[in-house]
């Protein structure tokens, strides 16, 4: 039996399992394996022993799941096909409205889904900090294996650090090949679990629903780990999945409720827009007097439509939320709003990005000029570098211009084409670069030289300093952090090092945290005792001499 299954016979989660079989002297290898009955029967036996825990304010909260993945790899039919199979058809086929998500019930356990917002929207929601995500599954189709968007897909839900269950689908097809995906996925550090990874892959079809309950059991599983809580009775806070205006009931939102319960009357203020909750509409269309922890709802009452990503929270009364909108409005007045570091071509292509593809959305003013300048840019690819034009178009640049390539770490070239202040501000906000030409001979020489910086870069080492372990610590979810000695030169932290034992490279890494008396620091001299933790070689051991370089790029 393997773990997951005796955790959930247990019912207990599985990392809750997974700590105790750490602590024993049960092998901890044992994730991958099969646990024999002995030693079940010894886990059965800790367990007994263990105390009851104490009771906690928070209460467990149900799943909130996104599909993302590339276009027509089948995310809305899956989504379509789990509504299908797992709501009743009567519930279902009244709803007239959707509410941009919904709510199944399997195996008596609540799972909720947001409807595939696109990447755009992913990214504006965790832009503004707010998580509406707890799970992403991946679509993939089995015929078409891993694409552009997939990789983006795996990179926004990294950079969230949302877990990802793989739904590999349209197995029924005839050309689908799943260990082809499984191989692909290996590449981006998602190894599947049969192949001793950690990643769930589920092989599923929309159209014959095959592997749908299997996908959904995962689901759960993957949500009982992340051991979800909130307290229903805590200070409310939710967020924007959806805005519209309807023309007889004017501006709704769609709020996720992330803590607390929503209630008729209550006051609420996100950002510049507020107002006092008149009407609350489930999912299914309708009407309800209150929302709990991962509930989605329609909200009427508010002044404006919010954006994707907003946050609400309950105020006292509505004096108190037209003051914090009308601050919020002047704070964006006077213009303190870029936080995020721009993505530049320099960023882009800087020494250590292992990308080799340049990614560009292009904006031009003729149909003629389009075609000449995608053309060059094209020809500007090198054997190892490619130039990815991900949208191209006729006009101003616009907003969802900037959303796309901020989505997928690309750069805005605009070709004799006006950039708005507004459009300006928003680029700067997210952190995009766009780049304003008037001749293709600028652009050309431009992308040239971001070219060749993508091509793979050739480097001097330089030792800078070097370090003796004194001693090794095993911090969790940190790791190991050797306590040393600098003889020589200093470490920096951020620079590369060599694990030297025996004379003998064993490792290399780099320094991802370097302290002084559990202060984080940036260098340490010689003559000094310092905490390093180099990330990448290994068991790092007493004795052993940490070599810091410093590299440096040969033109
Ligand atoms: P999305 O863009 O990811 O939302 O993809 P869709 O759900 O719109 O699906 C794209 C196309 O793939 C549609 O024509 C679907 O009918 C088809 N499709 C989706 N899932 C399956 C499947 O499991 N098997 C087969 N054969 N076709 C599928």
Redesign the pocket.
């Known amino acids: 039996m393997r773990v997951y299954e005796l955790a959930r016979k247990l019912k207990i989660p599985t990392k809750k399992l997974l700590d105790i079989i750490s602590k024993s002297d049960i092998s901890n290898k044992v994730s991958l394996s099969n646990l024999s009955s002995k030693e079940i029967e010894k886990i059965k036996n800790l367990l007994r022993e263990e105390k009851p825990s104490l009771k906690k304010k928070l209460l467990p909260r149900d799943p909130v799941v996104t599909f993302l993945?590339?276009?027509?790899?089948?995310?809305?039919?899956?989504l379509d096909a789990i509504r299908n199979t797992q709501v009743a058809k009567e519930e279902f086929g009244g709803i007239t409205q959707r509410i941009g998500a919904s709510e199944i019930n399997f195996q008596g356990k609540r799972i909720v889904f947001i409807d595939?917002p696109g990447h755009e929207a992913f990214t504006a929601m965790r832009a503004q900090g707010a998580q509406v995500t707890d799970i992403v599954v991946l679509?993939i189709a089995a015929d078409d294996g891993v694409m552009p968007q997939t990789k983006e897909a795996i990179n926004h839900a990294r950079a969230a650090k949302v877990p990802i269950v793989v739904a590999i689908?349209?197995?029924?097809?005839k050309e689908a090949n799943p260990e082809r995906v499984k191989q692909q996925l290996t590449k981006y550090d998602l190894t599947p679990e049969e192949w001793g990874g950690e990643t769930i892959c589920v092989p599923?079809?929309?159209?014959?629903k095959e592997g749908i309950n299997e996908l959904l059991e995962m689901i759960l599983l993957e949500a009982e780990m992340l051991e979800l809580s909130a307290n229903p009775k805590g200070d409310f806070k939710g967020v924007v999945i959806e805005g519209e205006v309807d023309r007889r009931k004017g501006p709704f939102s769609t709020i996720l409720v992330k803590e607390g319960t929503l209630h008729i009357g209550d006051v609420l203020v996100g950002g510049e827009i507020w107002g006092k909750v008149r009407a609350l509409i489930n999912w299914q269309g309708e009407k309800s007097k209150e929302a709990g922890p991962s509930t989605p709802v329609r909200v009427l009452g508010l002044s404006k439509v919010a954006t994707p990503g907003q946050i609400f929270i309950k105020v006292k009364n509505e004096k108190e939320a037209r003051r914090l909108a009308e601050k919020v409005a002047e704070e964006k007045k006077e213009g303190s709003l870029s936080k995020r570091e721009r993505l530049t071509l320099e960023s882009i292509f800087g020494p250590e990005k292992k990308e080799k593809s340049l990614s560009i959305v292009l904006k031009t003013d003729t149909q003629g000029s389009l075609k000449a300048v995608s053309d060059t840019l094209k020809s500007l690819e090198e054997k190892d570098v490619k130039v990815n034009i991900l949208h191209q178009g006729i006009g101003e640049v616009n907003k969802s211009d900037v959303l796309l390539a901020s989505t997928a770490s690309s750069i805005i070239i605009s070709f004799n084409v006006e950039v708005s202040n507004e459009i300006n501000l928003l680029a700067k906000e997210e952190g995009v670069e766009i780049r304003k030409y008037r001749t293709i001979y600028e652009i050309i020489d431009d992308i040239k030289l971001a070219v060749k910086g993508l091509l793979e870069p050739v480097y001097k080492e330089e030792l800078v300093g070097k370090a003796q372990v004194r001693e090794t610590f095993k911090i969790p979810k940190v790791g190991i952090v050797a306590g040393c000695y600098v003889m020589e030169g200093k470490v920096l932290r951020g620079s590369r090092a060599k694990v030297i034992r025996d004379k003998e490279v064993v490792g290399e890494g780099r320094i991802v945290s370097l302290k002084r008396f559990n202060q984080d620091v940036n260098e340490v001299s010689t003559g000094l005792e310092c905490g390093i933790n180099v990330q990448g070689p290994g068991e790092v051991q007493k004795g052993d001499i940490i070599e810091v370089y410093h590299r440096q790029r040969v033109e």
Not at 69 to 77: A, C, L, N
Not at 169 to 173: P, T
Request: hydrophobic share 30%; glycine share 10%.
């Open positions: 993945g590339h276009v027509d790899h089948g995310k809305t039919s899956l595939t679509v689908n349209k197995i029924d097809k599923v079809s929309a159209l014959t």
